[in-house]
């Protein structure tokens, strides 16, 4: 049995009082709400904090509230299993309460928060594993090595996001309340990540996720697709994430998000402004799915072979994008593999 190393427990009953603990205790202190992930990395000593700073506690980071037309705000305390279940999320903004429900496994689910996934640590195959692999092989440069694996000639690390949650949110025009030490700032979804395999957050280490504001629905609609190997509890090898506001059959603003192809979310710009003020065609699919491609550039670093997940890109591209569009019968299930 691999057995968490030992540390001190904080808990907070104040998303400020949080934010002070963090800020004080600097580089030795981590936060932690369901720790679904944060957990199994310190037990197998990819993260080794001193400090738990506990979230779970803090009331007023749980629960849903707002409307349609005013949008909503979700507490980043929130489990991924009620933001699934929520009835108006269901209704107005699918593809996040799609995500959501197919985080990890029910279990998971109830334990682990959307703030949580929004903030999930980058993934490697040659950083998820135990610390006596790791060593065996040589360490990376995530952690304890000075190589990237995956790319050993690249300065960087290029482990990929694995968040369900994030790209949608990015998809959706999504804002994030972040409360630090020093005060609080509201940014877009997109300003949270950077393109970097190590520090792919943007925010202080201090600053903590309170609140997810979802805009008005506004006529929005939205998908969510992800591919895995099982479709139990896998992280996404591949998420695509699309939202349209349509006019009939015609596309008057759209947005494509995809995750787990890159060290952050990867928006396909090219690809939404190809759709945007166009009827749908399976002509105009198929070029939208191969313009969504081009940003995504799977290295060995996942599950599958690159090229496939290179490829299937475009299948789910075009899948989510026709079932945006109503097209049914070009739509397939998020979990059938091309």
């Not at 395999?197 to 925010?203: C, N, R, T, V, W």
């Not at 805009?215 to 992800?226: E, H, I, N």
Request: net charge positive; aromatic share 6%.
């Amino acid at each position: 049995m691999i057995r968490l190393p030992s540390f001190t427990y904080l808990a907070p009953t104040t998303v400020h009082d949080a934010a002070r603990l963090m800020a004080e205790h600097r580089g030795d202190a981590m936060l932690v709400a369901g720790g679904t992930d944060l957990y199994p990395n310190m037990k197998r000593r990819q993260f080794e904090p001193k400090v738990l700073v506990g979230l779970r506690a803090i009331r007023e980071l749980s629960g849903i509230r707002g409307s349609a037309q005013g949008g909503f705000t979700i507490g980043a305390g929130t489990t991924l299993s009620a933001v699934a279940a929520h009835r108006d999320i269901q209704r107005d903004f699918p593809a996040l309460a799609t995500a959501a429900g197919l985080v990890s496994s029910p279990q998971l689910r109830n334990m682990g928060t959307i703030g949580g996934n929004v903030c999930v640590d980058t993934r490697c195959n040659y950083y998820n594993q135990s610390y006596e692999w790791r060593r065996a092989i040589g360490f990376c440069m995530k952690k304890d090595g000075d190589i990237c694996l995956v790319a050993p000639g690249s300065s960087r690390c290029w482990a990929v996001s694995s968040s369900d949650t994030a790209p949608v949110l990015w998809a959706l025009g999504a804002n994030l309340r972040l409360v630090g030490a020093d005060g609080e700032r509201t940014v877009p979804m997109a300003a949270l990540y950077q393109d970097d395999g190590i520090d792919y957050l943007a925010k202080r280490p201090d600053e903590i996720v309170a609140d997810i504001e979802l805009p008005p629905a506004d006529g929005w609609r939205s998908v969510y697709l992800k591919l895995r190997r099982r479709g139990s509890f896998d992280f996404p090898v591949l998420g695509v994430a699309v939202a349209a506001r349509m006019e009939g059959d015609v596309v008057r603003d759209s947005r494509i998000v995809l995750g787990a192809v890159a060290s952050q979310p990867r928006p396909s710009e090219k690809a939404a402004a190809a759709l945007s003020g166009q009827r749908v065609t399976r002509e105009l699919i198929a070029h939208v799915a191969d313009l969504a491609a081009g940003p995504a550039k799977p290295l060995d670093n996942t599950d599958f072979t690159h090229p496939y997940r290179k490829k299937v890109t475009r299948v789910f591209v075009a899948r989510a994008v026709a079932a945006v569009a109503g097209l049914s019968e070009l739509g397939a299930s998020s979990e059938e593999v091309a």
